[in-house]
């Protein structure tokens, strides 16, 4: 407001003059609560701009790899992951044990040879024993019959020894009748 528009109004210097302080308190009032705002504004920006620069760092750490804590040099994933393979080789080794103690009544010549020919797919290891597995042995019985012992197999060298004629004392020996047989001839 102006004092040249109170004056066109028909408003006299007296009058121009108390318009013009309450006028003027009016805008130092709202000058005031102007400025009072433009400090929390600021204010507020700050903050802003502290939280703005907060959440930027989170996401950067966030997109870094997680570093997790680690027990003995290992995070949890290497624990589990060597947890599950110590299990899987203890099964192996339990169902390793099944098998040679199913397979140690069957009279093979050689173990490790019909293991190799045992279609392992087709074994089931149960807690009882050993499923699938009688199958397979009868079948390499009657296809393989020189895997196992025949049980009229006899303990054999390969040789076979003299056995001496039986002597009853009253003359030679049938030996030594063949000798002299021989050379006397």
């Known amino acids: 407001m102006k004092r040249e528009n109170l004056r066109e109004l028909g408003l006299d210097d007296e009058q ?8 003027n308190k009016s ?14 504004l600021k ?8 939280l703005e620069k907060k959440v930027a760092d989170m996401e950067e750490q966030a997109k870094k790899e997680p570093e997790e804590e680690k027990l003995d040099g290992l995070t949890a994933q ?12 203890k099964s192996d080794l339990v169902n390793a044990n099944k098998l040679d103690k199913e ?25 009882d024993g050993v499923e699938g597995l009688k199958e397979q042995i009868e079948g390499l019985k009657e296809s393989s019959p020189f895997l196992f012992k025949q ?3 006899k303990k054999t060298d390969g040789f076979k020894s003299f056995e001496p004629a039986k002597s009853d004392g009253d003359g030679p020996s049938e030996v030594d009748a063949m000798m002299d047989k021989i050379f006397n001839d």
């Not at 805008?27 to 929390?40: A, M, R, Y």
């Not at 290497?78 to 080789?89: D, G, L, P, R, Y």
Request: charge should be negative; aromatic fraction near 6%; glycine fraction near 2%.
């Open 103 to 127: 397979l140690s009544g069957i009279n093979a010549h050689d173990l490790n040879t019909v293991k190799k020919l045992l279609d392992m797919e087709k074994i089931k290891f149960a807690e």
């Open 151 to 153: 049980k009229d197999d």
């Open 43 to 50: 204010t507020a920006k700050a903050e802003k701009s502290g």
């Open 16 to 23: 121009i003059a108390e318009v013009m302080k309450a006028y």
């Open 27 to 40: 805008i130092t009032s709202l000058n005031e609560k102007i400025s009072d705002k433009d400090e929390e």
């Open 78 to 89: 290497e624990w589990k992951e060597k947890f599950e393979s110590a299990e899987k080789e």
